[in-house]
């Protein structure tokens, strides 16, 4: 067992906005350990438990930002439990922590292996969508790559109820009547009226793991008899991960007892 003091010289960068950095939020302040939470919308911050130890940054940061907010922070340790296809800020923090020598981990949720996965670039390039009525519970981020499919496919999205997820679901050529935005989770039933609903004959969806859903998706085509494609996860070499709560933890307090 690792023994932290009480008195620290820096604190914990945990980068979140997923369910699984909630959870590790909560590990975190019940060891009162200090720590500030990342995250990108305004209204993530009301997940994360109040503590007098957390405290909660609202925004992006681009590489540069992060050089600015690691030193302005004074971040000894870098927690990474971002959303899988979050690359940008994945790569960033990596490139940074490097280069400022501040240890980096990797907070990964576990994948679901079966099914039919494939990138992006193959399933736009193939004709898996043609003529289709395909749900695309894939965020808002991508939707303009399927812009031209419109007039080939019937498209419906479901995205968070945003205005920047709404903007670019509009400028990817979908229209209201196309959308339902809905904050997950969205418990099978939900997904089962959904589909039948839209009478939706295909899903494109994430490879998000149990924690994004996928396992409710996957059991509800099972159930439905309607082809599933998850999108595999863009590739990253992380310096080390996880899947372990107590091993993050662990990595915390060795890192703070460390800089102490």
């Not at 907010?69 to 439990?81: C, E, G, P, T, Y």
């Not at 296809?85 to 292996?113: C, D, G, T």
């Amino acid at each position: 067992m690792i023994l932290v003091p009480t008195q620290f010289r820096g604190r914990l960068w945990l980068i979140g906005g997923t369910r699984e950095s909630v959870d590790l939020a909560k590990a975190i302040a019940q060891a009162q350990l200090p720590c500030i939470i990342s995250v990108t919308t305004e209204s993530a911050r009301s997940l994360y438990p109040a503590a007098s130890t957390l405290s909660v940054y609202v925004g992006r940061l681009n590489s540069g930002q992060i050089q600015q907010f690691l030193q302005q922070q004074q971040i000894v340790a870098v927690l990474d439990a971002s959303h899988p296809y979050a690359v940008e800020i994945s790569q960033n923090a990596i490139a940074v922590a490097f280069e400022r020598k501040i240890p980096y981990l990797r907070y990964e949720r576990p994948m679901l292996k079966q099914g039919i996965s494939l990138d992006f670039e193959t399933l736009l390039a193939e004709n898996e969508l043609q003529g289709q009525r395909v749900l695309l519970t894939i965020g808002y981020t991508p939707l303009h790559m399927f812009q031209s499919w419109h007039d080939r496919a019937t498209l419906f999205a479901r995205i968070l109820p945003s205005a920047i997820a709404l903007e670019a679901a509009f400028k990817a050529g979908f229209t209201p009547n196309n959308l339902i935005c809905l904050r997950p989770p969205i418990s099978a039933d939900l997904e089962k009226a959904l589909w039948r609903q839209w009478q939706i004959s295909l899903v494109v969806t994430k490879a998000s793991g149990t924690a994004g859903g996928e396992d409710i998706k996957r059991s509800v085509a099972a159930e439905l008899g309607i082809p599933l494609i998850a999108i595999n996860r863009p590739i990253i070499e992380y310096p080390q991960q996880t899947s372990d709560l107590s091993i993050a933890l662990e990595f915390c307090c060795h890192q703070l007892a460390l800089s102490s």
